[in-house]
């Protein structure tokens, strides 16, 4: 159940249908997207949860509502936001299963730990107002990571088995990504997803082109 502060989230999959057959997805007109219009779903959603979230932390920086309210409207935003960029990366919810639902849970779990060691470092003054701000953000930024963690079950399931990383050219990137995406194609788990052991972390702006056959550590 939602808490009283957050608003209920608009489904997703409401802008978009998924094509099984040509492993496309489409605008509700029928027009087939493109990957960089699928992007702009999960950012318009980064968007969105971050304006909520520091909404939230302004409440509580204010004195509005209480430390446990805060935590309990920004666990239930986060769900809903991880819950709906794995579903968008899957394809939709027709065929996911434990195993998908199951991933969508350990990063959950994940995720609620970090928040309440988030919450233990407010109550001890250990994290001013602006401090908070900055933090939650990253909260918002991490749904990256599951819209990654759906798209990557979907193409194994396709029949893919080759994973490259690869570098946003508008983006600064860590020495990590660097490192991942120098290593050229490796099989699908060869690789962190993006946000994944790198110094970037939630902010990650890499992305993964998926292939199929069997050559490995092709340079690209």
């Given amino acids: 159940m939602l808490s009283p502060l957050s608003d209920p989230l608009p489904r997703m999959d409401a802008e978009w249908s998924y094509d099984p057959v040509l492993g496309r ?30 909404r939230f932390t302004r409440m509580l920086v204010d004195g509005n509502i209480t430390i446990d309210q805060w935590q309990l409207s920004v666990r239930d935003a986060i769900k809903g936001a991880h819950i709906q960029s ?5 394809g939709g919810r027709k065929g996911m299963g434990a195993a998908e639902y199951g991933r969508i849970g350990q990063r959950l779990r994940a995720e ?10 407010i109550l001890a003054g250990r994290v001013s107002g602006p401090m908070a701000l900055a933090r939650v953000q990253l909260y918002a930024e991490s749904i990256r ?10 193409k194994a399931k396709q029949g893919y088995t080759l994973m490259v990383r690869r570098l946003d050219p508008q983006a600064a990137h ?31 702006r890499c992305s993964v082109e998926y292939k199929r056959g069997t050559g490995l550590n092709v340079p690209v």
């Fill in 145 to 154: 990571g599951s819209y990654w963690e759906g798209n990557t079950l979907r």
């Fill in 112 to 121: 609620y730990r970090y928040l309440q060691s988030f919450a233990s470092d």
């Fill in 25 to 54: 997805f489409r605008r509700p007109s029928g027009r087939f997207m493109s990957e960089e219009a699928v992007s702009s779903l999960v950012d318009g959603r980064v968007n969105k949860l971050g304006k909520d979230l520091k």
């Fill in 86 to 90: 794995v579903v968008l990366g899957y």
């Fill in 174 to 204: 860590c020495d990590d990504c660097l490192r991942y995406a120098a290593q050229g194609v490796v099989a699908i788990g060869g690789l962190p997803l993006p946000g994944q052991r790198c110094e970037c972390r939630s902010n990650c």
